[in-house]
Each structure stands twice: as C-alpha cells, then as structure tokens.
C-alpha cells in the first residue's frame, strides 16, 4: 500500500502515483485504476474515482481525482499499468472517509 488519503464527502482531491522506482525505461500505459469498498468488497470505482478529468499517465506517475464517498468507509484504489516492453506494476492507496 502507498499510503492513506484521508477526506470529508464533499471533498474532491487530486492524487497522484509514481511508478519511477519501478520503470526502468520506456513509456506507461493506464491499466486501470479502481476502488473498491474495504468493508464490503463492492466495486466504488464510479463512486470514488471521478472521470472528469479522467486518470491520466504522465511519465511516470498516474494522476487521477477522488470524490464522494460516505463518513466512515474505506475504500482500497488500485493502479495497474503497463510499461512498453511488458512489464505491468501495480499501487494500492487507501482512501479513508471521515465527516468532522
């Protein structure tokens, strides 16, 4: 796991994920990137992942925004690319959502 991202429910943040440490060369191409509720295990990726602006691969780091979500879930967002010669890495982050 990368780390944890802590949010209210109406916040909306800007995330980011760099693979440098894993690439060696080349270029990354976005897999995925997804949620999942820690709690019940339901897909939340519609919920959680905004798609405007949509995640993006710049480089090395993935970028994407996080949304929504209700006060006390969890939720576990994963991002798989692909680098050019085949090589596929994945990042987990834990999103935890808390109403103050």
Same mark, same amino acid.
Not at 47 to 53: K, S
């Given at each position: 796991?990368?780390?944890?991202?802590?949010?209210?429910?109406?916040?909306?943040?800007?995330?980011?994920?760099?693979?440098?440490?894993?690439?060696?060369? *080349? +270029?990354?191409?976005?897999?995925?990137?997804? /949620?999942? !509720?820690?709690?019940?295990?339901?897909?939340? #990726?519609?919920? $959680?992942?905004?798609?405007?602006?949509?995640?993006?691969?710049? *480089? +090395?780091?993935?970028?994407?925004?996080?949304? /929504?979500? !209700?006060?006390?879930?969890?939720?576990?967002? #994963?991002?798989? $690319?692909?680098?050019?010669?085949?090589?596929?890495?994945?990042?987990?982050?834990?999103?935890?959502?808390?109403?103050?």
């Amino acid at each position: 796991m990368v780390g944890i991202l802590t949010k209210q429910p109406f916040e909306m943040i800007d995330c980011s994920i760099d693979f440098a440490a894993d690439v060696s060369s *080349g +270029t990354l191409t976005l897999d995925s990137c997804t /949620a999942q !509720n820690m709690a019940t295990f339901a897909d939340t #990726t519609a919920l $959680v992942i905004a798609t405007n602006p949509a995640p993006s691969v710049t *480089g +090395t780091v993935v970028s994407f925004r996080v949304q /929504a979500g !209700n006060g006390g879930e969890n939720h576990k967002i #994963t991002v798989r $690319v692909t680098q050019s010669n085949g090589d596929q890495f994945e990042a987990d982050l834990q999103l935890s959502v808390t109403q103050q």
